[in-house]
Nanobody, 115 residues
Framework: QVQLVESGGGLVQPGGSLRLSCAASRSIFSINYMGWYRQAPGKEREFVAHINSSGRASYSDSVKGRFTISRDNAKNTVYLQMNSLKPEDTAVYYC?????????WGQGTQVTVSS
């Protein structure tokens, strides 16, 4: 079973950028869809973006045009470039397969957008 470790979160001012990474413990080449999700305080975890093995991506309406998901199969890593960050983007961000699998949830990485 692959394990996923998220990193790259932090504190950023509104309008700023962050790049999140999701490192897999083994090859993700055979995993068709990989996704990013987030969970804000007091809210349920929600879908952010996914990408298939061909590089085709899809985004939630709340991040479309600001976030970009990518994957590097050679490095077993999925990325989430986040630009024009807003306070409402504050959450713990997780990666997982898409659709998600309960056993793959990791610790996530905290993103806080605040002045």
């Amino acid at each position: 079973q692959v394990q996923l470790v998220e990193s790259g979160g932090g504190l950023v001012q509104p309008g700023g950028s962050l790049r999140l990474s999701c490192a897999a413990s083994r090859s993700i080449f055979s995993i068709n869809y990989m996704g990013w999700y987030r969970q804000a305080p007091g809210k349920e975890r929600e879908f952010v973006a996914h990408i298939n093995s061909s590089g085709r991506a899809s985004y939630s309406d709340s991040v479309k045009g600001r976030f970009t998901i990518s994957r590097d199969n050679a490095k077993n890593t999925v990325y989430l470039q986040m630009n024009s960050l807003k306070p409402e983007d504050t959450a713990v961000y997780y990666c997982n397969k898409y659709p998600s699998i309960r056993s793959l949830w990791g610790q996530g990485t905290q993103v806080t957008v605040s002045s």
